[in-house]
Nanobody, 129 residues
Framework: VERMVESGGGSVQAGESLTLSCAVSGYGYYSTCMAWFRQAPGKEREGVAGIVNSVGITYYSDSVKGRFTISQDNAKNTLYLQMNSLKPEDTGMYYC??????????????????????WGQGTQVTVSS
């Protein structure tokens, strides 16, 4: 992985949807584990969804389970986060992250920011009530 660029953020009303994209350049995309994190002002960065690229295994935080869907397109080297039924508490800067995958441990570490070596610059999501 050389570079990761997020896009798709914006300002929406509660209940609406957004899809975030993370374009990845460089080698090794297929062998990476990736995730989406978010950070609200004054709060710690939190993992919201993770994926093992090679097999598509996914993980979600309880706060977004059932509303968000993480997916990836290996042909396009792109990670996505489909966000439905958005709530004001989903507001924050969203980051994509990547690391060389350890499938044995990723299920226990996907939500920990120190797991990841590569980060995008972030895209802002604002949800108003």
């Amino acid at each position: 992985v050389e570079r990761m660029v997020e896009s798709g953020g914006g300002s929406v009303q509660a209940g609406e949807s957004l899809t975030l994209s993370c374009a990845v350049s460089g080698y090794g995309y297929y062998s990476t584990c990736m995730a989406w994190f978010r950070q609200a002002p004054g709060k710690e960065r939190e993992g919201v969804a993770g994926i093992v690229n090679s097999v598509g295994i996914t993980y979600y935080s309880d706060s977004v389970k059932g509303r968000f869907t993480i997916s990836q397109d290996n042909a396009k080297n792109t990670l996505y986060l489909q966000m439905n039924s958005l709530k004001p508490e989903d507001t924050g800067m969203y980051y994509c992250a990547a690391t060389t995958c350890n499938r044995l441990t990723y299920g226990a570490t996907w939500y920990v920011s120190s797991t990841f070596n590569y980060w995008g610059q972030g895209t802002q999501v604002t949800v108003s009530s």
